[in-house]
């Protein structure tokens, strides 16, 4: 996936409200998307264009109403919204439709030519936590632009050297700031959020380097050999057994899985065991991928623990060179085969008619 880094001439600001937890444990609980505010910023000329709110009304994977409560008493509490205001509103597909009209409207949408943007949010989790896992689920396509952004908090430590900075709050309090007061949840930590960009690009603080996100999972192999970062590993439990890699991966999608990073673990009768180790490309994705500890797949619920770059060799490890030289030629999938009869030749196989499974 291509993504041009050179700086945007317009910023999207993104907050997204859940019908559960907010702050440093959104997207922990799996509550879907309930209140979806962006903000348009002229970086050139440093002025907001446009801000606008959607309330979202959550659905199931079929996308079927859900008549039950749709807000915990958390988010009522927190983020002040309204029942009715919920029920009454379009669902996420629908929303994603308006934001990307609102982009060809403003002359900024990547397929239609004009001025470049990119996201910012505060902090990975609106995108990589809440976001990405919601439309996997439901199978909804998000354009590329959904796949980089400025993480703000980031952005601010690269300029004041804070390490201190832990929440829009703390960005306020060190600019000296004071916080928007009477709108809602949401509009005000967008607001918020808006004040701080335009203070770093007085500053002249440059946007430049947007944060990735991994649109597929990459094949590849693990030499034994190679070095694995303790940091960077988890263990899934309770995984489905016909589940494969790229079903795992998409049970994390949003966060950077490594190339060639999950690695299925195997009985001693070599069957799946429900359980694999997934190596991801940093510390940030991994820490990112233990909140998802009790988040399903399907009908089940995974258990995520930390493991370790030694757990992943030994079940990923290998030093098959004719596979990798397969993998560096384009291939995508690699299979054993049991049971084949002695005198088989590597002709014969392909036409054996083998059952996949």
Known sequence: MHINSMSASHIVLLHLT??????????????????????LIDVANNKVVALHHHYVKPSNPEGEEIIES???????????????????????????????????????????????????????LHLRLV????????????????????????????????DNVNSIKDMLEHLGLEETILLEYGVRQAQDMSNIIQRLITDGHQFEEPC???????????????????ETVVRARGLPWQSSDSDIAKFFMGLNVAKGGVALCLSQQGRRNGEALVRFDDRESRDLALKKHKHHLGQRYIEVYKASGKDFINVAGGNNSEAQAFLSRGGQVIIRMRGLPYSATAEQVPSMGCRWI
Not at 26 to 33: A, F, M, P, R
Request: hydrophobic share 30%; with cysteine; net charge negative.
């Open 18 to 39: 859940t019908a559960g937890k907010q702050g440093e444990e959104l997207g922990s609980d799996e509550q879907q998307v309930v209140l979806f505010v962006y903000v």
């Open 70 to 124: 749709l807000l915990t008493e958390e988010c009522r509490t927190e983020a002040n919204l309204q029942e009715d205001l919920i029920k009454n509103a379009q669902p996420l597909e629908h929303i994603l439709d308006e934001f990307d009209r609102f982009l060809r409207n403003k002359g900024i949408h990547p397929d239609h030519g004009g001025n470049t943007f990119c996201l910012c949010t505060d902090g990975p």
């Open 131 to 162: 976001l990405h896992p919601e439309t996997s689920t439901k199978n909804i396509n998000l354009p590329q632009y959904f796949f980089k952004y400025y993480d703000l908090r980031k952005e601010f430590k690269t300029v004041f050297k804070n």
């Open 212 to 230: 990735i996100i991994k649109d597929r999972l990459e094949p590849g192999i693990c030499n034994k050999t190679e070095y694995v970062d303790d």
